[in-house]
């Protein structure tokens, strides 16, 4: 069995966060084990309050967790602050452990997940360790202080964030429009590849980035390339996206139960 880590605040919604990561482990097959950043009372129309763990008490669930199971790879999610970003990388430095950095910032309501001074901290202490980076848009832009609108911006940005000493860096591309949703995937060494999909026109996209993240993760637990666990992730979540829920009044969540029926989800790779 494949054990895996996901290190993020809950959602209580279901859609995100932390549940988000372990049904998509779940459905993923491998194990899923879990330090919970913060609390949020949140749904699908939005958080309406955080209560963040404190960083001793993270760093006494990441240590409690790692002293026992054996963790091929791990994500982050919802970090929340400066002393709880510091903490982690410092226990993470010397690990063997694949890091997938989804940089979560701000929820789809506008709520900050993530406080202003703690960008800092990402860049300086939990990037340098990190195996991959999956930044949407705006958080590409708040971590290089760059406008992102073209093709040309997302190259820059992503050269940008790998002078911070990340492997590889996924710039997202689901906040940006036209008929698909694209993916660009970038390496230390030059190259890059991109993953298009069909743009679903519907309001059902909470959890996305961390469905994504976290399958990502799952996928190189089980021992997949990088290369090949981010094409197989997006596989995933666009079952998640095409096959709507329907539930909540709001931004629903994702289906992570598609991919058991989407054997034919389009996703088209240009290298
Ligand atoms: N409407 C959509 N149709 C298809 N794929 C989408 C759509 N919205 C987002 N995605 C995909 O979902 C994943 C998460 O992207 P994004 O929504 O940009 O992240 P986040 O949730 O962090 O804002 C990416 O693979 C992106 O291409
Ligand atoms: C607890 C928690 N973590 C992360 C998020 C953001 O998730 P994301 O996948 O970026 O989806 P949206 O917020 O954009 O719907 C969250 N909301 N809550």
Not at 18 to 45: P, Y
Not at 179 to 188: E, G, L, N
Not at 192 to 202: A, G, H, M, N, P
Request: hydrophobic share 45%; proline share 3%; charged share 20%.
């Amino acid at each position: 069995m494949n054990i895996v880590l996901t290190i993020a605040g809950s959602d209580s919604g279901g859609g995100a966060g932390i549940q988000a990561d372990l049904k998509t482990f779940q459905e993923l097959n491998v194990f899923g084990t879990s330090v919970i950043t913060a609390l949020t009372a949140q749904n699908t129309l939005g958080v309406e309050g955080i209560y963040p763990a404190t960083s001793e008490f993270v760093e006494q669930q990441l240590n409690t967790v790692l002293q026992d199971f054996e963790v091929k790879a791990l994500k982050t999610g919802m970090l929340f602050s400066a002393d709880i970003i510091k903490t982690i990388a410092k226990n993470l430095i010397d690990k063997n452990i694949q890091i997938v950095v989804d940089p979560v910032m701000i929820a789809k309501g506008g709520q900050a997940l993530l406080q202003d001074e703690a960008v800092q901290a990402m860049k300086n202490e939990l990037l340098p360790i990190a195996t991959v980076l999956t930044p949407n848009i705006p958080e590409a832009e708040k971590i290089t202080g760059m406008k992102i609108e073209t093709a040309d911006d997302i190259q820059q940005a992503a050269a940008k964030i790998l002078q911070l000493g990340v492997n590889c860096v996924v710039m997202k591309g689901g906040h940006l429009e036209g008929p698909s949703a694209v993916d660009t995937v970038f390496f230390q060494d030059g190259s890059f590849f991109q993953l298009k999909s069909k743009r679903i026109d519907t309001k059902h996209t909470h959890g996305t980035g961390c469905t994504f993240s976290a399958a990502i993760t799952a996928n190189l637990g089980k021992g997949l390339s990088l290369k090949e666990s981010v094409i197989e992730a997006k596989k995933f979540v666009q079952m998640a996206i095409e096959n709507p829920l329907n539930i909540g009044r709001g931004h629903g969540p994702t289906n992570h139960f598609a991919h058991r029926f989407g054997a034919n989800v389009e996703v088209e790779i240009v290298e």
